[in-house]
């Protein structure tokens, strides 16, 4: 249903550049994206799963949590993007056609990705992978200049073959899975799969294993495969930034929890799956220390952030304690929220200083207070400051690997989360004080603060999680460690 | 695999693997497409074999559409770049071509031994095919890293493609149609994609060169 009206909007789309065509179209499709997603999701939650066309799409907790964050942000980002881009068409530096383009393949981008969550089918969930790839490379490159060009080559290019060994993971797991379940889609069927886990070949499965999570760990952003991720986030529009960064990657991390599942039953046992991505999430937040404080671009320093958050959640995942998956799915709604908003207000910042270079942006406060007090929430919100909710799902995951006895890793976790915090407390102070640059025009409207909305919802969550949340990441638990 | 007689199979194993090994050797672009394309072919011809022999429709159908798809459009869009950028040469680093092909034979040794932990599991006929499947992949991986010009970049993950590919298919004799034919789309999708990119490049840079593509770091 709500794939269908994606499509159908990005299509749409392609008719006309003109403000209010674009204005009145886009908020239609989201209206029906958040009405039918919104009502599959209620559907999910309250009967535990919910199926559609015979179970051709197929939803559960893990998937309505997707949605939820996949429809949110999608709403947030194209509500900015309307005003953001009119701006960009208005200083020229693109052309009014092209807006055509851009809706189009952001659509098309929200319909893959919606695609991904839907479906009950690993090699369909590749699929999608794949086209989220494809639908995201020309937005990537979009201004079609030098360094653009090269994000887009880079990301087109390392994502491609680092999606093909999913593919080749997938094939094995179809290979172990096949004389069990039949040559058919039903072999790879996240519902049945589960059942027959413990007869799966263990040679190939672990192989298969070894290619998805390395392959989707691409996509998701994981160090030492991470490198195209900071190019692709800072060369492209600001609101792509935020659309890659806030679900993107957690809809590629959704692939590796499938699997995730079905590895936990099988004869490998939890441990092989869950060292492996222990293993990712520590590496990617260590590397990401050194960036982050050496950072001068600063939607870059919000991309290395975003490896940087990847990597808790794969702590938290991979710990596969009741707790430290309850904060790891809590966290991975909030840090969508968090640098959906980071990255819409740096993206106006961008557009209104002209650069992203952290040492020529000086004075905020004086000349843009509301943006601001926005960027002070955003500080607060990313490295999970108290009372913020980041710092609650944060300091689950934490108490999850101090309880199953793994002082050491999270003693260091710690400390890479406490200097990741130095180093952002550092940049952003640089760019709140000091001399404002002659040029910057100041003067903004009150509305400003509108965008923070999600902040103000991450820092309420930190301080009160609803009985209806709390049932749903509960319902998530559930779903991640015992199978379907 | 009962459909092809043995030697049948080997011969076009053998097909495979000299087309992967000429693409690593080759010095021009456009012979390293070409040889591409036989592989394509190949390939396709020996997906059609099997499926007239068991009398498989799908598979029968997943053969023309490689045919026609991969080893049909592929080429074409990406010949009509290379004519645009007048590239010829393949742009060799870090390895000359004659070491590079040394390598190569190495990496084909690798392969069969990475997949020696697999024999035991489907029929022993695979062997060889799983084993060629894996070093087509090896090759690819290796074309990337030691290439400069973009669209032998291109080459790289299009080899790359085509051993997963056969990897699927001695693994499992065929993934369920939905998923082959997903994946073929995207892989036509993608290089649409990627030409247009290039041609971009070419606007940007004047060469498909991806050396001159350095000024992101850190």
Redesign the interface.
């Known amino acids: 249903m709500f794939i269908g009206v994606a499509v159908i909007a990005a299509v749409g789309m392609l008719i006309s550049a003109k403000v209010t065509y674009l204005k009145l179209l886009n908020s239609l499709a989201l209206v029906l994206l958040t009405l039918s997603g919104g009502w599959t999701i209620r559907q999910t939650l309250l009967q535990g799963s919910y199926g559609y066309g015979s179970g051709i799409l197929y939803w559960d907790a893990l998937s309505a949590l997707l949605l939820s964050v996949i429809i949110i942000i999608a709403v947030y980002v194209i509500l900015f993007s309307l005003g953001y881009m009119e701006k960009e068409v208005h200083e020229k530096k693109l052309p009014r056609t092209s807006l055509k383009w851009y809706y189009f393949w952001i659509w098309i981008f929200i319909a893959t990705m919606l695609l991904v969550v839907s479906t009950p ?1 690993l ?2 969930l ?2 999608g992978i ?2 989220t ?2 639908a995201t ?2 937005l990537v ?1 979009f201004y ?4 653009a ?6 990301y ?2 390392l994502c ?2 680092g999606i ?1 060994f999913a ?2 993971g ?3 797991l ?2 172990a899975a ?1 004389p069990h379940l039949g ?3 039903t ?2 069927d996240w519902r049945m799969l589960p059942k027959i886990a413990s007869q799966l ?1 263990p ?2 499965f672990r ?1 298969g294993v070894l290619f998805t999570v390395v392959g989707y760990g691409t996509k998701v952003g994981f160090a030492p495969m991470h490198s195209w991720l ?2 692709a986030h ?2 492209a529009p600001s609101p792509v930034s935020a659309l890659l960064s806030a679900v993107l990657l957690n809809c590629a991390l959704y692939a590796i929890l499938r699997w995730y599942t079905i590895a936990r039953l099988t004869e490998l046992g939890p441990d092989f799956i869950g060292k492996i991505l222990i293993g990712f999430g520590l590496l990617s937040l260590a590397l990401m220390v050194g ?1 982050i404080l ?3 671009d600063v939607k ?1 320093l919000l991309a290395y952030s975003s490896v940087e958050h990847m990597g808790i959640l794969a702590l938290g995942f991979g710990l596969g304690t009741q707790e430290a998956v309850w904060g790891a799915s809590l966290h991975l709604l909030l840090h969508a929220l968090t640098k959906a908003n980071l990255f819409v207000i740096i993206g106006s910042l961008v557009q209104k200083t002209g650069t992203r270079q952290i040492p020529r942006i000086r004075g905020i406060f004086k000349v843009w207070p509301f943006t601001g007090i926005v960027m002070v929430l955003g500080l607060l919100g990313i490295t999970g400051t108290p009372p913020f909710g980041t710092f609650r799902s944060e300091l689950s995951i934490l108490s999850g690997l101090y309880k199953t006895d793994h002082p050491i890793l999270g003693f260091l976790t710690i400390l890479f989360l406490t200097l990741i915090f130095a180093g952002f407390l550092f940049h952003f102070l640089q760019m709140f004080y000091g001399k404002p640059s002659g040029r910057y025009q100041a003067g903004e409207s009150v509305s400003t603060l509108a965008l923070a909305i999600p902040l103000l919802v991450v820092l309420f969550l930190g301080l009160f999680i609803p009985q209806s949340l709390n049932q749903a990441l509960n319902q998530v638990v559930k779903v991640i460690l015992g199978g379907v | 695999m009962a459909g092809i007689s043995e030697n049948w199979l080997n011969l076009v194993l053998l097909v495979l693997l000299t087309s992967g090994l000429s693409i690593v050797y080759s010095n021009r672009v456009q012979k390293a497409l070409n040889w591409w394309t036989v592989q394509t072919i190949a390939v396709s011809l020996l997906i059609l074999a099997q499926g007239v022999y068991h009398d498989e429709p799908e598979v029968i159908f997943v053969g023309v559409l490689l045919l026609i798809g991969k080893a049909g459009i592929i080429p074409i869009l990406l010949r009509r770049v290379l004519r645009e950028s007048k590239t010829a040469w393949v742009g060799e680093i870090y390895l000359k071509r004659a070491t590079s092909l040394v390598v190569a034979g190495a990496l084909t040794i690798i392969a069969y031994d990475v997949t020696k932990p697999l024999m035991a599991l489907p029929q022993a006929g695979f062997r060889n095919g799983l084993a060629v499947a894996i070093a087509l992949i090896f090759f690819g991986l290796l074309l990337m890293m030691i290439r400069k010009v973009a669209i032998v970049q291109v080459v790289g993950i299009l080899l790359i493609d085509n051993g997963i590919f056969l990897a699927g298919f001695f693994l499992t004799q065929g993934m369920p149609l939905l998923v082959e034919m997903g994946s073929m789309f995207d892989i036509l999708v993608g290089i649409v994609i990627i030409v247009i990119l290039s041609k971009q490049m070419l606007e940007n840079y004047d060469s498909l060169n991806v050396d001159h593509m350095r000024s992101l770091k850190g």
């Open positions: 089918n090699g369909v590749w699929v794949e086209g790839t494809l490379t020309l490159g079609r200049n030098k360094k060009v090269e994000a887009a080559w880079k087109v290019i491609t073959v093909s593919l080749l997938t094939m094995l179809f290979a096949a040559q058919s889609l072999a790879l070949d040679n190939l192989l900071p190019d800072s060369q960036f050496m950072q001068k870059r």
